[in-house]
């Protein structure tokens, strides 16, 4: 079984252009989540999603983020304009609803450098 | 808000002697605390983890052990070997209320041959 995979795995950029990330989740899986890792910092989480919808988006940073999970399969994460202090490690995340708590598997990221 | 402290930073161990990694949380309501080690190149993976209503957990070399009244959790791995060189999280949750998994910073073991 494949597992979470994202798209690019590095993205290098200058400030003010616009980047979009994509997650494939497990399949099966409907929920989603975003974490970002900022150089040296916890992996802090973004948003969760389950199916297309928006469960949780308090970790969004602000208004230059949009994420998107059209039909409910794969994602995106726009970042528009990127500023400098969004470079890092993106990871997608993605989980089925399983008791007694639903294990979230980790895409391998992607490194966002924004110059 | 939620947080969780992870120590130390980088941690170098001899192969064959054992790795301690500590943890403190501060949300009471956490229930769930995940371990995830992160080698080069890929996503954080989970190696073992802890529910509130148990102490200790071990796996092999692995364990972990909980106490619920200091917020407190640590890692233990005994018997390392090279393979164990890697980023370990610590983490904690809320499981089945809203999922989302809060981090520590990381320990970066090395294991010195």
């Known amino acids: 079984e494949a597992g979470v995979t994202q798209f690019p795995s590095h993205s290098v950029i200058e400030k003010g252009q616009t980047v979009t990330l994509r997650c494939d989740p497990i399949s099966g899986h409907d929920n989603l989540y975003w974490y970002r890792r900022v150089m040296g910092k916890e992996i802090k989480f973004l948003l969760h999603?389950?199916?297309?919808?928006?469960?949780?988006e308090s970790g969004m940073p602000n208004n230059r983020f949009l994420a998107e999970r059209t039909g409910g399969t794969y994602s995106t994460l726009k970042v528009q304009p990127a500023e400098l202090e969004d470079s890092g490690v993106y990871f997608c995340?993605?989980?089925?609803?399983?008791?007694?708590?639903?294990?979230?598997?980790f895409g391998p990221g992607t490194r966002l450098t924004v110059l | 808000g939620e947080n969780v402290e992870q120590h130390p930073s980088t941690l170098s161990v001899q192969e064959g002697d054992s790795a301690v990694i500590k943890c403190t949380y501060s949300?009471?309501?956490?229930?769930?605390f995940p371990w995830y080690k992160q080698e080069l190149g890929k996503g954080p993976q989970l190696i073992i983890d802890i529910r509130s209503n148990v102490g200790e957990k071990k796996d092999q070399r692995i364990a972990v052990t909980l106490n619920k009244t200091a917020k407190h959790f640590s890692l233990h791995i005994t018997e390392t070997q090279p393979e164990d060189s890697a980023v370990y999280f610590c983490a904690a949750s809320r499981m089945n209320r809203d999922d989302k998994i809060i981090f520590g910073k990381g320990t970066r073991l090395h294991i010195l041959p």
């Open positions: 995340a993605s989980s089925q609803n399983a008791l007694p708590y639903n294990e979230q598997f």
């Open positions: 949300d009471s309501a956490s229930n769930y």
């Open positions: 999603f389950v199916k297309e919808s928006k469960q949780d």
